[in-house]
């Protein structure tokens, strides 16, 4: 657990962002994860209008290819949770 805006959260745990939360409409998920040094980052991604269809091969190498998930980054970026996702 880390504390984040004064709220305890549970790090590196993506949810669907709920109504009433900021970002609520505009992204799909949200995921907190550890900034260093003690920080605490709030990662949004996702689109609230999709599914994922990852159980259908030819959409999950298409959707992995578009946004290079062999290489998808630091835990901080919006890609590495949704290439995690798919």
Not at 32 to 42: E, H
Not at 66 to 83: E, M, Q
Request: aromatic share 10%; net charge positive.
């Amino acid at each position: 657990m880390a504390t984040y805006q004064g709220k305890n959260v549970k790090l590196d745990a993506p949810r669907r962002i709920r109504q009433g939360e900021p970002g609520y409409g505009r992204k799909k998920s949200v995921v907190f994860v550890s900034a260093g040094q003690g920080k605490v980052k709030r990662v949004m991604f996702g689109d609230p209008n999709m599914s994922i269809k990852k159980d259908q091969p030819g959409r999950r190498s298409n959707f992995r290819a578009r946004h290079n998930c062999a290489d998808p980054g630091p835990k901080t970026s919006a890609r590495y949770w949704s290439c995690k996702a798919w």
